[in-house]
C-alpha cells in the first residue's frame, strides 16, 4: 500500500535533512515535492491544498526552528497532519449498545459490497463474539444472493433465506424481525448496487433507510480504493443522498497511490472505518490513520504487526517450541512451524514494511517472490521427509537424499542445500538458547555476553562467513 507516496515523500524530505534550522527555503522545496506527489497520487486538489498550508505554518513556527532536530520534527509534523486529514483515530461500529445492530452495506456493482459483508461477519464473529446474521438483501443482481449464502457457509455463518421478490425495504424489514427473534447481535444487510449512481437505487436505499430507521442502522459504503478520486465522488454523492455512518475500502493491497483514503475523510466528513487487504475472508482491518500515516512516512508499524501475530501465532505451539530452545534442541519441524506461523501474517514484503526504515531497504532490495519461493520449496522438501527425518535431520544419509529429492521433485543439491542451510539456523538457534539462559542479548556489553559471537563465527546467520557479494541483503543465508 502507498508505495508510490512512500518514496515520493522520502525524497521529498532529502531538502530538509541534515540542515541546522527549518526555513521558508527548504521548507518550500520539500513542500513542492509533497504537493506534486499528492496530486499524482490522485488526491483531492483541496486535501492538497489544505494539508500543504497546515504543514507549512506549523513547520515554521518558533518552537520548530529551535528544536534539536528539525528533520525529525518536520517529518512528524508531515505525519501528524496527514492523519489528521484521514480522520486521527479509528471509529469501529459501535457494538457497545444493547439489543440488534443493523448494518446496512451499500455501493456501486464491483466494488467488493458481498464480499466485504463476509469478511465482517466473519471479523464480528472471530474478534466480537458476536453472533451475526448476513441476510440478502440485492435482488437487482441474480446471483448476489448465492454468492453470500456461499460466503456464509464456507464461514458457517447464519443466513436469511430473502424473498428477492420482495422490494429491499420489505427485505430489510423481515430480515431484521428475524434478527430480533433468533437473538442476533449483528444483522448484516448485503443491498444492491449498479454500474452508476442512480435515482431508482437511491430512491431504494432511502426508503430501506427510513424503514429500519429506528432501529439505529450503521450504513456502510463500500469503495474501490484503486479507482482514487471516482471513489470519492461516489462516496460524496451517497453520503447526500441516503447518510453514510462510514466508508470501507476495498482492495487496498493493491493501491499503490492512496488518493482514496487520503480524501475521503476530508472531503465527505465520513469516516474510512475498514480497508480489504486481500482476497480471503480474514484479510480485513480497520482503519487507523495514524498507523497508516507511520506506514507511509517508513515509520513502520509495528502495533499492527503485534496485533496480528497475536492472532497468527498458536501460543501453545510457540511455548513447546522455547521449552525446545532451552533444551538446546531445534527440529525441522520447529523450523516449518515457524514458517507457517509468519506465513500468516502475510507476505514476506508486507510484514517487512510494518517494520520503521525497511519500506526504503526494500525498494533498493526489489522483488522478494524469490525468497518466497525459496521457503515453499523449502516446505516441499520437508513435507517429503519421514517424521524421524524431520525431528533429527542427522540420520538422513545419500539415499535418504535420493528419496527425499524425487518425493518433492526437486534435484538432490537443492535437498543437500536445505539440510546445510538448517545447520547453520540450528547454530543461531542455539546462540539464542544461549541468550534466554544468560538472560540477555547476545554481543551486546553488559547484556548477556556474546552468545551468537562464539556460536556463529561472528555471524547469526551461521558459518562465521562475510556477507558476499550480490547475495542480496540476507547475506548468503537461507535467501541466495
Known sequence: MFDFLSEKFSDAFKNVQGKGKITEENIDAALKEVRTALLEADVNFKVVKSFVNEVKE???????????????????????????????ENKEIDLSRDGLVPVVVVGLNGQGKTTFCGKLALHLKKKKS????LVPADNFRPAAKDQLITLAKSMEMDWFDSDLSMTPKQIGEAGLAYAKEHKYDVAILDTAGRLHVDDELMGQLADLRVAIDGAKPEVLMVADAMTGQEAVNVAKVFHEKIK???VVLSKM???????????IRHVTGVPIKYVSTGEKMKDLELFH??????RILDKGDVVSLVEKAEEAIDEKEAMSMMKNLEKGKFTVNDFMKQMEMINKLGSMGSILKMLPGMGGALRDVGDLSSAEDEMKKMKIIV???????????????????SRIARGSGNPEKAVRDFLQKFAQMEKMMGGMAQMMKGGGMPGMPGMGGNGFRQQA??????GGKK??????????????
Do not use: C
Not at 490513520?289 to 507511520?294: E, W
Not at 524421524?388 to 545419500?398: A, G, H, L, S, V
Not at 557479494?469 to 537461507?478: A, L, V
Open 58 to 88: 506549523e513547520a515554521l513556527g518558533e518552537k520548530v526552528i529551535r528544536g534539536i532536530n528539525p528533520d525529525q520534527q518536520f517529518i512528524k509534523i508531515v505525519q501528524d497532519k496527514l492523519a489528521a486529514v484521514m480522520g486521527e
Open 130 to 133: 458476536k453472533k451475526v446474521l
Open 244 to 246: 453514510l455512518d462510514g
Open 253 to 263: 493491497d493493491s493501491d499503490a497511490k492512496g488518493g482514496a483514503a487520503l480524501s
Open 289 to 294: 490513520p495514524d498507523r497508516l500515516a507511520s
Open 383 to 401: 513435507q517429503s521427509m519421514t517424521k524421524k527425518e524431520r525431528d533429527n535431520y542427522k540420520i538422513i544419509k545419500d539415499s535418504h537424499v
Open 457 to 462: 563465527g561472528g555471524n547469526p546467520f551461521g
Open 467 to 480: 556477507k558476499k557479494k550480490n547475495k542480496g541483503p540476507w547475506g548468503g543465508g537461507f535467501f541466495r
